[in-house]
C-alpha cells in the first residue's frame, strides 16, 4: 500500500511545500492537482521536479470544465486539458491519471447525449493515455442527480469498455461503499475522507463509517494506491504546521488498517 495526499489541501502553496508537507507528515507520494495556482500560471515542469524522488499521481483538471457539458466548447476544453495531463504524466513517469465523468448541465437526470460525450471523452482519452503509457483510473462520482458514473453499474461499464482503472472515492459512496466493492479488481486508487454537512471532504478519522470502509477493502486485498483527499474549507483556517499536523493524523489512522 503506497499513502498519497491530495494536493488541494494544500491549494495556496507552492509545490516545494507541498513536497515538503509529504515528507514532514510520512506520506510517500502526492496526489497533484494540475490546476494548483503556483503551478498552473505558467505550467513549469521544472515546479514538478521537487516530487522526483516520491509517488505521484496527477488529477485532471474539473475546476469550471465539464466534459459532456452541453456547451460543445467547453468539451473540447476539458478534453484537451485531459490530454495535456496525460502527457504530463507520461513525462514525468507518474503512477496514474484521475479523471471525472462530469455531470450534465442542467440539474437533471443524465440523458443519451450526455452519456453520448461521455463515450467522445473516454474514447479519445483513453487511446491517448494507452499510447503514452499511463494508466486511466476513472472516478465514481458525487451522489447528485446530474452526475454520470454515480452508481457501479454505470462506472464498470465505462471502466470495462474502454479498458480502464478506477479511483474509487469513499466520500462519493458513503452510504452505498459496499456496492462498490465487486470493481475492487479495477480499483487501482482509493480517495479516503468524510463528508460534512455541504458535502466537503474532512477528515476520514472522525468517521466510523469511513473506518469500516477501510477495514472492508482492507480485508478484500487491496494493496494499491490510497489518497487522503481534505478541503481545507470544511476544517477551518489553518496555518502550513497545522495542515501537516492534520495530515499526519490521517495518515496514522489509514495506516492501522493495512498493516502487513
Known amino acids: 500500500m503506497n ?114 460525450s461521455l463515450h467522445k471523452y473516454l474514447r479519445v482519452s483513453s487511446k491517448f493515455a494507452r499510447l503514452k503509457g499511463v494508466n486511466l483510473c476513472l472516478e465514481n462520482s458525487e451522489q447528485s442527480i446530474n452526475n454520470l458514473c454515480k452508481k457501479p453499474e454505470e462506472i464498470k461499464k465505462f471502466a470495462y469498455f474502454y479498458d480502464l482503472s478506477i479511483t474509487f472515492d469513499i466520500k462519493h459512496s458513503l452510504e452505498n461503499a459496499e456496492d462498490f466493492y465487486s470493481l475492487i479488481n479495477r480499483v487501482r486508487n482509493v480517495h479516503v475522507s468524510n463528508s460534512d454537512e455541504k458535502r466537503r471532504h474532512v477528515q476520514a478519522s472522525k468517521s466510523e463509517r469511513v473506518a469500516k470502509i477501510l477495514k472492508d477493502l482492507s480485508e478484500l486485498g487491496y494493496d ?37
Do not use: Q
Open 3 to 116: 499513502l498519497l495526499f491530495s494536493s488541494m489541501f494544500l491549494y495556496e502553496y507552492s509545490t516545494d511545500m507541498i513536497a515538503k508537507a509529504c515528507e514532514v507528515a510520512g506520506y510517500d507520494g502526492v496526489e497533484f492537482w494540475v490546476e494548483t495556482p503556483y503551478f498552473w500560471v505558467d505550467r513549469s515542469l521544472e515546479k514538478l521536479d521537487c516530487f522526483s524522488g516520491m509517488k505521484l499521481e496527477f488529477h485532471a483538471p474539473v475546476l469550471d470544465l465539464n466534459p459532456v457539458s452541453v456547451n460543445n466548447d467547453l468539451c473540447e476544453l476539458t478534453l484537451k486539458e485531459t490530454l495535456y495531463t496525460i502527457s504530463l504524466a507520461s513525462k514525468t513517469k507518474a503512477e496514474l491519471v484521475t479523471i471525472h465523468a462530469g455531470k450534465r448541465s442542467a440539474y437533471r437526470e443524465p440523458v443519451w447525449a450526455d452519456y453520448n
Open 224 to 260: 494499491g494506491f490510497i489518497t487522503v483527499e481534505l478541503d481545507d474549507l470544511g476544517i477551518g483556517n489553518m496555518d502550513f504546521g497545522k495542515k501537516v499536523e492534520i495530515l499526519r493524523e490521517e495518515a496514522n489512522f489509514v495506516r492501522k488498517f493495512f498493516k502487513k
